[in-house]
């Protein structure tokens, strides 16, 4: 039995396959033994149940009400789940109940692919890491006021003018029942998992997620 199942799928303009291998990477480096699927037939509640995590890579797409109950009572009855970009905060977009767990949902990108400053939040989970730039899209969420916000960056768009000065949250923890959520919106190409810290916010984010 493995430790962590990383299910990727979706959209192949976020690259889930190769994002899939990083995150294998990583989890590895953690300990955890991994099984990786590409389709969504594995999330069912014997799959799930003797896991320490789930991390669904599946941008958009739809997902049966079967899998997606046997998901959410997984989460909520201690399997982590831990997620970026795309991947997590755009998934399943007529699936409320997964957004709900997530904490948040993709929304918008204005100006596209860009430059721009990640704020980090003073917490145990962060410890060490310091501001950081990256360059990719700046998602523009809709966001649970309950999650506990790990990272935040300032919208100043020349799209969508309106937003400007907008706090967005970039990463955060929450739960689910007795499981444990972490969610951080930076990752569009893998290669933007080659900034340090970002490497870094993914890696503590599932490590704490995992039961």
């Not at 989970?125 to 649970?144: I, K, N, P």
């Amino acid at each position: 039995m493995s430790d962590a199942l990383i299910v990727h799928g979706g959209w192949d303009g976020h690259q889930p396959g190769a994002f899939a291998e990083v995150c294998s990477e990583l989890l590895r480096d953690e300990g955890l033994s991994i099984e990786v699927a590409d389709s969504l037939d594995v999330l069912t509640e014997d799959r799930l149940a003797g896991l320490s995590l789930i991390v669904p890579i599946w941008t958009m797409g739809t997902i049966t009400h079967e899998r997606l109950t046997d998901l959410l009572e997984a989460v909520c009855r201690g399997v982590g789940v831990a997620g970026f970009h795309g991947g997590m905060g755009d998934a399943f977009r007529d699936a409320t109940d997964f957004q709900f767990m997530v904490g948040g949902q993709f929304v918008a990108h204005p100006d596209g692919i860009k430059d721009y400053v990640v704020n980090v939040v003073p917490d145990p989970l962060t410890e060490g890491l310091s501001d950081f730039r990256v360059h990719s899209e700046q998602y523009y969420m809709h966001v649970d006021p309950s999650n506990h916000v790990l990272a935040t960056t300032v919208f100043e768009p020349s799209e969508a003018a309106w937003v400007a000065g907008t706090v967005m949250p970039v990463a955060w923890t929450r739960r689910w029942g007795a499981g444990r959520v972490f969610y951080s919106s930076l990752g569009h190409a893998p290669e933007e998992l080659d900034v340090p810290e970002a490497r870094e916010l993914l890696r503590r984010g599932m490590a704490w997620a995992a039961r």
